[in-house]
């Protein structure tokens, strides 16, 4: 079968049958954009969001986790693991950040990756956590099964950009990362994900 119209990346592209351990990803930016895209949620084009911050730059293809939703259950985990106030889940998609040794060109773009853990960035009281995965297939980073294996380099990277991604001069940093996780306990934020969307559209029905 196929499709005559275009599938809402959010809604409808399956986020894959061997998830939490590989999922399908919507890639919104990469690397070498110099403006913010993101999914728009009524019509699923990308749209611009912001141009990015001074000179902050995305450090990885980054996105979304099709069929996800932060909300109540991600929310809880982060309450686990951080001793922060936190109201609840941001509202979106799950985000995701896809380490490859190749070029990809430009946003609008479907892949499989393969979670090896990832942060819980606490932004504006809200979980907004970032999984942190591999190309499926990429012959450099698919060594790394997880996220402690990677370079300190990179680690780093992650860190300064998710907490001044939307730092302005003369204003407090609304973003911190309360801690960072294994593999396995990104697949429990995958799974949290998953049923916090499930539950969305219940409500929506």
Same mark, same amino acid.
């Given at each position: 079968?196929?499709?005559?119209?275009?599938?809402?990346?959010?809604?409808?592209?399956?986020?894959?049958?061997?998830?939490?351990?590989?999922?399908?990803?919507? %890639?919104?930016?990469?690397?070498?954009?110099?403006?913010?895209?993101?999914?728009?949620?009524?019509?699923?084009?990308?749209?611009?969001?912001?141009?990015?911050?001074?000179?902050?730059?995305?450090?990885?293809?980054?996105?979304?986790?099709?069929?996800?939703?932060?909300?109540?259950?991600?929310?809880?985990?982060?309450?686990?693991?951080?001793?922060?106030? %936190?109201?609840?889940?941001?509202?979106?998609?799950?985000?995701?950040?896809?380490? #490859?040794?190749?070029? %990809?060109?430009?946003?609008?773009?479907?892949?499989?990756?393969?979670?090896?853990?990832?942060?819980?960035?606490?932004?504006?009281?809200?979980?907004?956590?970032?999984?942190?995965?591999?190309?499926?297939?990429?012959?450099?980073?698919?060594?790394?099964?997880?996220? #402690?294996?990677?370079?300190?380099?990179?680690?780093?990277?992650?860190?300064?950009?998710?907490?001044?991604?939307? #730092?302005?001069?003369?204003?407090?940093?609304?973003?911190?990362?309360?801690? #960072?996780?294994?593999?396995?306990?990104?697949?429990?934020?995958?799974?949290?994900?998953?049923?916090?969307?499930?539950?969305?559209?219940?409500?929506?029905?």
């Amino acid at each position: 079968m196929f499709r005559t119209n275009k599938a809402h990346p959010w809604h409808g592209v399956p986020i894959g049958e061997n998830a939490p351990g590989e999922v399908t990803v919507f %890639i919104e930016i990469v690397p070498r954009d110099t403006v913010k895209y993101e999914v728009d949620k009524e019509t699923g084009y990308l749209k611009i969001d912001r141009p990015q911050q001074y000179s902050n730059v995305v450090p990885a293809n980054y996105g979304f986790i099709p069929q996800t939703y932060c909300a109540g259950g991600v929310a809880d985990l982060a309450r686990r693991g951080s001793a922060s106030t %936190i109201t609840g889940g941001d509202g979106d998609p799950l985000d995701i950040l896809v380490l #490859s040794e190749h070029h %990809i060109p430009r946003g609008d773009i479907i892949l499989k990756a393969m979670p090896i853990g990832g942060f819980c960035l606490i932004d504006d009281n809200e979980a907004d956590d970032k999984i942190i995965a591999v190309l499926k297939g990429d012959k450099v980073f698919e060594q790394y099964q997880e996220i #402690s294996q990677l370079p300190k380099g990179i680690l780093e990277r992650f860190e300064h950009y998710f907490l001044t991604y939307k #730092s302005l001069p003369d204003a407090p940093n609304i973003c911190e990362i309360a801690y #960072s996780y294994s593999r396995e306990q990104s697949y429990g934020v995958i799974k949290a994900a998953i049923k916090d969307y499930d539950e969305l559209l219940g409500r929506l029905k």
